[in-house]
């Protein structure tokens, strides 16, 4: 919470091309519901699990719980939490998810990024797209220096994401989190503002680096 009693940077909707960014819905339930229990096999590898299966912990009702979470970080300033919408064909749907949370302010100015995406949609640099939206955000409105990344060894395409958009490898946490039924290592990666503001920015860099590759 600012000294003002105002959350910096929230809420608030981002958006480049196709990909839209925006605070959750009481009304996003059946959408959220419906891709994350069609994507088990694709999440469950990457994600900490809560006690029950996969389909009563990502079922409508239990979407009630996940957003009043995501509510209240909101509300104090530690978390950012984003869904992440496709705008196609005059339509907006829900296809995944990026949290900028675990927020620290004053001396630390740092929060941890978190995403999924629907494996219909993979490959399309959506989550790119969307990081490099919200960590512009973040470091600006948002007033955040440093955002980081922790990643299993093993998750090669959420490497390359990191590593396309130019984050530093400054870590290696053993037996980090647990994760599908075990402690497991984690790759840290960071930015801080510094090292994009001479480019304008993450996302400029993003579209760039796209156009360079072709
Ligand atoms: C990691 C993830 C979010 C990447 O999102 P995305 O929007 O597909 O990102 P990109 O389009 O940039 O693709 C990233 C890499 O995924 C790989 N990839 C592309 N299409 C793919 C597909 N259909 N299936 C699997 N991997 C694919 C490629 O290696 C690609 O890298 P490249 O651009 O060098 O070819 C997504 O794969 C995902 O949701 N995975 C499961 C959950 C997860 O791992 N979350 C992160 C935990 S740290």
Not at 32 to 50: D, F, G, I, K, Y
Not at 145 to 174: Q, T
């Amino acid at each position: 919470m600012s000294w003002f009693g105002r959350v910096p940077g929230w809420p608030v909707m981002l958006m480049d091309g196709p990909v839209v960014l925006r605070p959750y819905r009481r009304n996003d339930a059946t959408a959220w519901s419906a891709v994350r229990r069609a994507n088990r096999a694709w999440l469950a590898p990457w994600e900490s699990h809560l006690p029950g299966s996969w389909d009563e912990t990502n079922s409508p009702a239990a979407f009630r719980y996940v957003h009043a979470d995501q509510r209240r970080s909101a509300r104090t300033g530690e978390g950012m939490p984003f869904a992440v919408c496709l705008r196609e064909d005059g339509q907006e749907r829900l296809v995944g998810h990026l949290n900028v949370g675990s927020i620290v302010r004053r001396a630390f100015c740092s929060g941890y990024v978190g995403y999924w995406v629907d494996s219909r949609v993979a490959g399309r640099g959506v989550i790119p797209t969307a990081m490099a939206l919200a960590v512009d955000h973040a470091f600006g409105p948002g007033g955040l220096h440093r955002v980081e990344v922790n990643i299993r060894p093993e998750n090669k395409p959420s490497r390359r994401v990191v590593e396309k958009l130019g984050f530093r490898e400054e870590a290696y946490h053993v037996r980090y989190m647990h994760i599908d039924g075990a402690w497991r290592d984690h790759i840290g990666y960071a930015l801080t503002s510094e090292e994009v503001a001479a480019e304008g920015g993450l996302l400029a860099r993003w579209h760039r680096m796209r156009h360079e590759a072709g």
